[in-house]
């Protein structure tokens, strides 16, 4: 009731207008035709006048009120002269008001509107506020899409930089510019940038009711609110965009991370997840930070991870109380390190001291928005705030594929990708995201930092080469397994005879070697899915 009486009165005082209009316009035009009629018996009489017709004393009034002054026809009758005053001061009121309603519709919303009715059938892309992410991923949808309109839901500061690509800055909600779309074309994009803006401005009100895919930025682990509302991670997306273009090298078996506020805890996130490079790898990962709520969240860990200490059999959290200033060998000999604190001058702060002070052999790379010469840096903007980052449109598809691989491969019942839950679409998420590692182990090539249709298709000719022998293709399972162990494991599941979601227990968390010969095979899914892509990409 309250929201319906709400409604009510929004509407009210906009038909009350309308209708005050309409009043106004009908006065104007009686008032109108009652002068052109006057004029017209005040002249024809009279033997001199040249305006002896009614569409004569039309003509008359049009040449007087646009100020055109033809000269052709004037009134010689007193009666005649007086309504031509009055026109002529029409004349010039109508003047003033009509430059007036241009100047309004170029510096207002008219104009826009009227430039957006044309563009109906091309990709609109609309911004709930323009700032600094916002612009980054603006002109990155518009260098990767021909067809992009991109509009920002608020008027242009006069002190703004206009950006470097074509824009709308339009003061209108979402609901108003999916009606100007009038549903041509593809479905309105909507980008809520800020940071958990979903809950608090007021034009997320509604989306869920609109036509449109919505985006929104958040700091909690949720992906869906509704059908057409999905969340992005800013410290999420910097993680995944870090490990895939500094991917983690067998080489490597020390790492070490400073700062584990948002980017810090993503990145070990990310690490736990897709840093599976062998089933036989010990890497350690040497955290400095606090992780007492970290620890407290993923308490199964310990079932896949050496906690507290280094260990040669598999790979090792360590999580340090104490400041990393005194931890001088083992910065020495860290293979790499990352800083990462959320606040970037401290960041700065730490890498100038760790060059001034320290001896590193080992890599160092800063999460920095700033670029600077001799420095590793990443975590910029333009990285980020990409379109496949953003909308996750190729790893959604990759992920897609290969929950139909899986159904097919098994012979019990399965859910197809709609009827998946958020945290199983994630599992299959997770899988797509380790295909660059995949990659990488089928080549043998540690360079590869993002993958073609060419790379790619080298890689599944080899899979399809190896895997026939027995011990390679147990290899290649053996690998996805552990990938698969450590995403449930990170989501606090553990063993049990029977599959229970609710229980968050699963009888395939276990060993490699306990596994049945068809839990074995869904392990190749992950795998298949290069022969897919060689066809899609």
Known sequence: MIKKATEKGDTYPMKRRKRIYLYMTVILLF?????????????????SASIRTFGDAFWYSLVTLTTVGYGDLTPVTPLGHAVGVVFLFLSAGMMMTLFGAVISFVTSEGLPFLMLGFQRKKNWYYFADYGAE????????????????????????????????????????????????KGTGSECKIFLMKENDIGVNSRAIDLHKLPVKVYARTTNGHDHLSGNINFFHSYDCCARQYWRSRALCSHENTIILIGFGNYGRCILERAILTNIISADQHVAYHIFGDAGEFLAMHSHLHEMFSMGEESEKRDSLIFHEEIWETNHTLLERADRIIICPDDEPEGWNIFWRLDQYYKICGQ?????????????????????????????????????????????????????????????????????????????????????????TETVEKAYQKYCETKTDRSVQDMYRRIDHLRWL????????????????????????CSYTELSAEQKKERDAAWELLGSFSVER
């Not at 930089?161 to 100007?180: K, M, Q």
């Not at 295909?435 to 080549?443: A, C, E, G, S, T």
């Open 31 to 47: 008032l109108y035709v009652g002068l052109v009629t006057l004029l017209y018996f005040s002249e024809y009489t009279s033997n």
């Open 134 to 181: 916002a612009n980054t991923l603006a002109g990155n949808i518009y260098k990767e899409d021909s067809e992009a309109v991109i509009i920002f839901g608020e008027k242009r500061d006069e002190q703004m930089e206009f950006p470097d690509y074509p824009c709308l800055f339009i003061s209108a909600s979402p609901a108003r510019i999916v009606a100007c779309k």
């Open 364 to 452: 160092i790379h800063l999460h920095s928005n700033r670029k600077a010469p001799g420095v590793s840096y990443f975590g910029t903007n333009e990285e980020i705030y990409t379109p496949n980052q953003i909308m996750r449109t190729a790893l959604n598809r990759a992920a897609i594929t290969i929950n139909e691989i899986f159904c097919r491969s098994v012979s019990y019942p399965t859910l197809s990708w709609d009827e998946l839950d958020d945290f199983h679409r994630e599992s299959k998420i997770t899988a797509a995201d380790h295909i660059l590692m995949k990659i990488r182990i089928l080549l043998k090539d540690e360079t590869i930092t993002d993958f073609t």
């Open 486 to 509: 450590r995403f449930y494991t990170f989501y606090n599941w553990s063993y049990g005879p029977v599959r229970d979601d609710a229980a968050r227990v699963h009888p395939m968390l």
